[in-house]
């Protein structure tokens, strides 16, 4: 049974046209992760939730959003999609925050194709 | 910023052969984990490693960690098909970060 969740599994948008992606998660772990995965390279961390806390990578653009409405669901935005932001974004989940040796499980991932 | 790196980065085998991938870094981990993506989807977790020298057995698969908790191997004997992929090493920076290496892409030959 699939414990993360991402929809859609494919998205395309039009460049500059916002796009909201989400995730769900059945192991009621307190952190939620999202990452942006660019075809033959390493997932990159954009931001994560511990709970409710919101923490940004240095490196994440402001084109990019996250809301965390409860412990189930998080979703990112892309305010103004450009040509570059066509990825793989992955969003995980790990019971407690690293640094207590836990383990991330992450979903299928949401393909986004810009046009 | 901790860097891990990962060698090699394309491997191409015949099945039925054993192969050795690395994971080297210059920092030390409090863990560190072992993931093989396939194409279109998410990473999925092989195993997590967090004493130094351990050494950890899923089947056909050998996960080691190196005594400095610095560097990692997974070791896959006899492999097969469905071992093609795109295996990913991740460590865990003592709560400072949780970083991914670039990945090594295995492709095994029927």
């Known amino acids: 049974d699939a414990m993360v969740i991402q929809n859609p599994r494919y998205q395309v948008t039009q460049f500059g046209k916002p796009v909201t992606l989400s995730c769900s998660q059945t192991l009621n772990h307190n952190v939620m992760y999202w990452y942006q995965q660019k075809s033959s390279q390493a997932p990159k961390l954009l931001f994560h939730?511990?709970?409710?806390?919101?923490?940004n990578e240095a490196d994440t653009p402001d084109n990019f959003q996250s809301r965390r409405p409860n412990t189930s669901f998080c979703f990112l935005d892309i305010r103004s999609p450009g040509l570059g932001d066509a990825a793989m974004y992955l969003c995980?989940?790990?019971?407690?925050?690293?640094?207590?040796?836990?383990?991330?499980?992450f979903g299928q991932g949401t393909r986004l194709t810009v046009v | 910023t901790q860097l891990l790196e990962q060698s090699p980065q394309f491997l191409s085998i015949q099945e039925g052969e054993n192969l050795t991938v690395y994971c080297n870094s210059s920092s030390v981990f409090s863990s560190l984990q072992w993931y093989r993506q396939e194409p279109g989807e998410g990473p999925v977790l092989l195993v997590t490693?967090?004493?130094?020298?351990e050494v950890k057995k899923l089947k056909r698969l050998t996960f080691q960690f190196g005594d400095a908790r610095k560097d990692s191997s997974l070791h896959i004997t006899a492999a097969q098909t469905g071992d093609t992929g795109l295996y990913l090493c991740a460590g865990d920076n003592y709560g400072q970060n949780f970083v991914f290496g670039p990945g090594t892409r295995l492709s095994v030959l029927p």
């Open positions: 995980a989940t790990s019971r407690d925050w690293t640094g207590r040796n836990t383990e991330a499980f």
């Open positions: 939730y511990y709970d409710k806390d919101f923490n």
């Open positions: 490693v967090v004493t130094g020298g």
